[in-house]
């Protein structure tokens, strides 16, 4: 079985940065495609970004503000946010889309979800 497990939230003063991990741990596997989401307090869960094959898409307005990077041959993802600020105060997902092998298709993993909370 797959298990996604962040790690790297925590309270920071705005205008820091931060650096969330995502380890994907499990037997013969490959990461096919790796989200990440955040949910803002009393508001819906919403895509960040997606790393597909070495190629990063962000979302609009958040392009410079975070980064999404991997390292294959650890099997982690990381989710980088610079300047935070309030506004960022979330808990954060990885999503992967996981290729087990012998499947055809990927299979969709999530991760627990790490608190990250800005404030001065």
């Known amino acids: 079985q797959v298990q996604l497990v962040e790690s790297g939230g925590g309270l920071v003063q705005p205008g820091g940065s931060l650096r969330l991990s995502c380890a994907v741990s499990g037997v013969n596997f490959s990461i096919y495609r790796m989200l990440w989401w955040r949910q803002q307090p009393g508001k819906e869960r919403e895509w960040l970004a997606t790393?597909?094959?070495?190629?990063?898409n962000y979302r609009h307005d958040l392009h410079g503000h975070i980064t999404v990077f991997q390292d294959n041959a650890k099997k982690v993802a990381y989710l980088k946010i610079n300047n935070l600020t309030p506004e960022d105060t979330a808990v954060y997902y990885c999503?992967?889309?996981?290729?087990?092998?012998?499947?055809?298709?990927?299979?969709?993993?999530w991760g627990q979800g790490t608190q990250v909370t800005v404030s001065p």
């Open positions: 790393l597909s094959g070495g190629a990063a």
């Open positions: 999503n992967g889309q996981i290729l087990l092998s012998g499947k055809a298709m990927a299979d969709e993993f």
